[in-house]
């Protein structure tokens, strides 16, 4: 069938005219009727935006109407669109218009600026010309700086200096931007500044007590901020303002032996502005005054202070008295700066003198202390403990004395070869015997004398520096064991066994139980002097197995009544595991034996296993009574016996 289509009269006929919407968007009727089933789409959007609403896109025969919605258009370009209309054979083609926003909108409308100036770069986006005033109130320091530059989608971009500021307030300015009834406002905000000048920022003075004026100029009501100092003060403060000032300070004379420096801060409160003004004083020299130069002292340990009247830190020279020592003084100006010493005690039988000299670096200016401290009465040990090796020996003991003294030691393995002693130092030798099989041992030796209430002990400490830390050890046939050797002789060990048909040792101390028996391992030292033994048990399974017996039992006489049970705590102390297979139990009279009883459990290396047996016998059996325990290792079986009496 040919398909007819028909637009009612008084109705638009869009399919011949274009269908125009106003950028804020709206809804139009396409009417007309068919005579077929028909369609209507949608054949392109604009950048992909789908901003056309068709409904409904499909109808059938008969009057139709279908609105066409567009939506708002916030962009500044026109916009249009072709739907296709089916019906049949027939197909029309509706072009969609909808005009561009009509506006001026900035892109930001709020500028802060420093108060040293800069430029301002305004974004006008626009679909109209546009015109822009700054107001004459601000065209002293807002200027525009170039023409505006188009840029894409209508928008333009316009460039502003702005002045550097001389005013202390933050300022504000604005730039109106028009087009057509509609108005934009940029406002620029600039900074203020103080503004502070000095007419001089530093001073050198004399070391006289003077006074000096400094000229401030500024724009603002400055403060002033002084050291915390005592010889600079301020002399007149003046009203300070929008003028220049004159202010007053003054200084004491300088008595030390150093310039002196203070910084003056004049700054504004309400910010970070500031200038400093550097007051440079000169000194009037070195002074140094000593009342007394000699001194006289005892030996003992002491402190000496001695007055010293100077304006300086001066150098302090012992020239070679290492016992006496400098406490530290700060004190600063012409004052009396108490030199002090600390003095060691002379522990030397003579009396000694030391000539400290006092200087300036700087100048001649020096001056010589004489001290000397007498000689110590009596006895003196520099060292009161001596340790010595296992091998003994001989060592030397030093007594300082200016009086009679002895040694004496209740210490058999002391021997003292002299105990008297002269008005020097004298050396004692003294023989430590070795220490053979006995422990560490600590000896005194006493140095004495009677008339002068004195006694000092020395004590002798006599260490092992090479032994095993185990005398004894077993091992299992076919097993091995380090031995350790405690060595602090720093010296290479050598290794050897006493029968090595019985036990090895390598050169690491590993021993090897080769046969059953007895062997001693023997660790010297490289040069022969120390010397170490252990004595090895080796052993087969039944030497490494203990059981010990107890338990709860009924006994009347030596007998144990039915029903008694004996505890037996098997410990294996060999490196393997074995097998406990059996345990029968065997009284002391005639025909009085049990039933074998077959464990079959293992006992870990080194662990202790319980097993309980019982008297099952109505008449019981006679003490003592035997359990017969048979063991397994390597397939081989040992018997053992273990008593309870």
């Given at each position: 069938?040919?398909?007819e289509?028909?637009?009612?009269?008084?109705?638009?006929?869009?399919?011949?005219?274009?269908?125009?919407?106003?950028?804020d968007?709206?809804?139009?009727?396409?009417?007309?009727?068919?005579?077929?089933?028909?369609?209507?789409?949608?054949?392109?959007?604009?950048?992909?935006?789908?901003?056309?609403?068709?409904?409904?896109?499909?109808?059938?025969?008969?009057?139709?109407?279908?609105?066409?919605?567009?939506a708002?258009?916030?962009?500044?370009?026109?916009r249009?669109?072709?739907?296709?209309?089916?019906?049949?054979?027939?197909?029309?083609?509706i072009?969609?218009?909808?005009?561009?926003?009509?506006?001026?909108?900035?892109?930001?409308?709020?500028?802060?600026?420093?108060?040293?100036?800069?430029?301002?770069?305004v974004?006008?986006?626009?679909?109209?010309?546009?015109?822009?005033?700054?107001?004459?109130?601000?065209?002293?320091?807002?200027?525009?700086?170039?023409?505006?530059?188009?840029?894409?989608?209508?928008?333009?971009?316009?460039?502003?200096?702005?002045?550097?500021?001389?005013?202390?307030?933050?300022?504000?300015?604005?730039?109106?931007?028009?087009?057509?009834?509609?108005?934009?406002v940029v406002?620029?905000?600039q900074?203020?500044?103080?503004?502070?000048?000095?007419?001089?920022?530093?001073?050198?003075?004399?070391?006289?007590?003077?006074?000096?004026?400094v000229d401030?100029?500024?724009?603002?009501?400055?403060s002033?901020?002084?050291?915390?100092?005592?010889?600079l003060?301020?002399?007149?403060?003046q009203?300070?303002?929008?003028s220049?000032?004159?202010?007053?300070?003054?200084?004491?004379?300088?008595?030390?032996?150093?310039?002196?420096?203070?910084?003056?801060?004049?700054?504004?409160?309400?910010?970070?502005?500031?200038?400093d003004?550097?007051?440079?004083?000169?000194?009037?020299?070195?002074k140094?005054?000593?009342?007394?130069k000699t001194?006289?002292?005892?030996s003992e340990?002491?402190?000496?202070?001695?007055?010293?009247?100077?304006?300086?830190?001066?150098?302090?020279?012992?020239?070679?008295?290492?016992?006496?020592?400098?406490?530290q003084?700060?004190?600063?100006?012409?004052?009396?700066?108490?030199?002090?010493?600390?003095?060691?005690?002379?522990k030397?039988?003579?009396a000694?003198?030391?000539?400290?000299?006092?200087?300036?670096?700087?100048?001649?200016?020096?001056e010589?202390?004489?001290?000397?401290?007498?000689?110590?009465?009596?006895?003196?040990?520099?060292?009161?403990?001596?340790?010595?090796?296992?091998?003994?020996?001989?060592?030397?003991?030093?007594v300082?004395?200016?009086?009679?003294?002895?040694?004496?030691?209740?210490?058999?393995?002391?021997?003292?070869?002299?105990?008297?002693?002269a008005?020097?130092?004298?050396?004692?030798?003294?023989?430590?015997?070795?220490?053979?099989?006995?422990?560490?041992?600590?000896?005194?030796?006493?140095?004495?004398?009677?008339?002068?209430?004195?006694?000092?002990?020395?004590?002798?400490?006599?260490?092992n520096?090479?032994?095993?830390?185990?005398?004894?050890?077993?091992?299992?046939?076919?097993?091995?064991?380090?031995?350790?050797?405690?060595?602090?002789?720093?010296?290479?060990?050598?290794w050897?066994?006493?029968?090595?048909?019985?036990?090895t040792?390598?050169?690491?101390?590993?021993?090897?139980?080769?046969n059953?028996?007895?062997?001693?391992?023997?660790?010297?030292?490289?040069?022969?002097?120390?010397?170490?033994?252990?004595?090895?048990?080796?052993?087969?399974i039944?030497?490494?197995?203990t059981?010990?017996?107890?338990?709860?039992?009924?006994?009347?006489?030596d007998?144990?009544?039915?029903?008694s049970?004996?505890?037996?705590?098997?410990?294996?102390?060999?490196?393997?595991?074995?097998?406990?297979?059996?345990?029968?139990l065997?009284?002391?009279?005639?025909?009085?034996?049990?039933?074998?009883?077959y464990?079959?459990?293992?006992?870990?290396?080194?662990?202790?296993?319980?097993?309980?047996?019982?008297?099952?016998?109505?008449a019981?059996?006679?003490?003592?009574?035997?359990?017969?325990?048979?063991?397994?290792?390597?397939?081989?079986?040992?018997?053992?016996?273990?008593?309870?009496?």
């Amino acid at each position: 069938m040919k398909s007819e289509v028909e637009v009612p009269n008084g109705a638009v006929n869009y399919f011949k005219n274009d269908m125009d919407f106003d950028f804020d968007g709206g809804s139009k009727i396409v009417a007309f009727s068919a005579n077929l089933r028909w369609s209507m789409e949608k054949t392109n959007t604009q950048n992909g935006v789908d901003w056309l609403t068709i409904d409904p896109t499909v109808g059938g025969s008969g009057n139709s109407k279908v609105t066409f919605t567009a939506a708002e258009n916030n962009t500044y370009e026109d916009r249009n669109m072709v739907v296709r209309f089916i019906c049949g054979d027939t197909i029309r083609n509706i072009r969609v218009n909808q005009k561009r926003l009509e506006a001026i909108t900035l892109t930001s409308d709020v500028f802060e600026v420093p108060a040293s100036g800069g430029y301002v770069h305004v974004v006008v986006n626009h679909s109209k010309d546009f015109e822009f005033t700054i107001p004459e109130n601000y065209k002293g320091w807002i200027h525009q700086a170039t023409a505006s530059t188009r840029g894409l989608l209508d928008q333009s971009v316009i460039s502003f200096t702005i002045d550097p500021s001389e005013e202390y307030e933050k300022r504000e300015g604005k730039i109106y931007f028009t087009a057509g009834d509609e108005q934009e406002v940029v406002t620029v905000y600039q900074a203020g500044e103080g503004q502070l000048v000095l007419s001089q920022n530093e001073y050198n003075l004399t070391a006289a007590e003077q006074e000096f004026t400094v000229d401030v100029s500024s724009n603002y009501d400055f403060s002033i901020e002084m050291p915390k100092v005592e010889w600079l003060k301020e002399n007149i403060s003046q009203t300070r303002g929008m003028s220049s000032h004159t202010l007053k300070f003054k200084v004491t004379q300088n008595d030390d032996y150093n310039t002196r420096s203070a910084k003056i801060k004049i700054y504004d409160k309400n910010s970070n502005q500031s200038e400093d003004i550097v007051i440079n004083q000169a000194s009037i020299g070195a002074k140094l005054i000593l009342d007394t130069k000699t001194f006289s002292i005892n030996s003992e340990k002491q402190d000496l202070d001695i007055d010293v009247m100077s304006n300086f830190d001066y150098n302090v020279d012992f020239q070679g008295a290492n016992w006496l020592r400098k406490r530290q003084n700060n004190t600063r100006g012409i004052t009396n700066r108490v030199l002090m010493l600390s003095i060691d005690e002379n522990k030397n039988n003579d009396a000694r003198t030391a000539q400290i000299k006092l200087s300036d670096k700087n100048s001649e200016v020096a001056e010589i202390i004489t001290i000397t401290q007498g000689a110590k009465s009596g006895i003196e040990v520099p060292t009161k403990e001596f340790a010595v090796d296992e091998l003994g020996g001989t060592i030397t003991i030093k007594v300082n004395a200016n009086a009679d003294y002895k040694l004496t030691s209740n210490n058999d393995w002391i021997s003292i070869a002299a105990n008297t002693r002269a008005l020097t130092p004298h050396e004692h030798q003294v023989t430590i015997a070795a220490l053979g099989d006995a422990e560490d041992r600590d000896g005194t030796i006493t140095v004495s004398n009677d008339a002068l209430n004195y006694s000092a002990t020395i004590t002798i400490k006599q260490r092992n520096t090479f032994y095993f830390e185990t005398k004894s050890m077993d091992i299992m046939v076919g097993k091995e064991k380090m031995l350790s050797v405690k060595n602090t002789t720093k010296q290479n060990v050598e290794w050897s066994s006493s029968n090595t048909a019985i036990a090895t040792v390598t050169d690491n101390g590993y021993v090897k139980g080769i046969n059953k028996g007895t062997a001693t391992i023997i660790a010297k030292t490289a040069d022969g002097k120390h010397t170490a033994t252990c004595k090895v048990r080796i052993c087969e399974i039944p030497d490494m197995i203990t059981i010990k017996s107890g338990g709860t039992v009924s006994k009347e006489g030596d007998l144990l009544k039915n029903g008694s049970q004996i505890k037996w705590a098997i410990k294996n102390n060999s490196p393997v595991k074995i097998t406990l297979k059996s345990m029968q139990l065997e009284g002391k009279a005639s025909g009085e034996l049990g039933n074998e009883y077959y464990a079959n459990e293992d006992i870990a290396a080194g662990s202790t296993v319980t097993k309980t047996t019982k008297i099952e016998a109505a008449a019981g059996y006679h003490l003592p009574i035997t359990c017969h325990f048979v063991f397994v290792y390597d397939n081989k079986e040992s018997e053992i016996d273990a008593t309870y009496e």
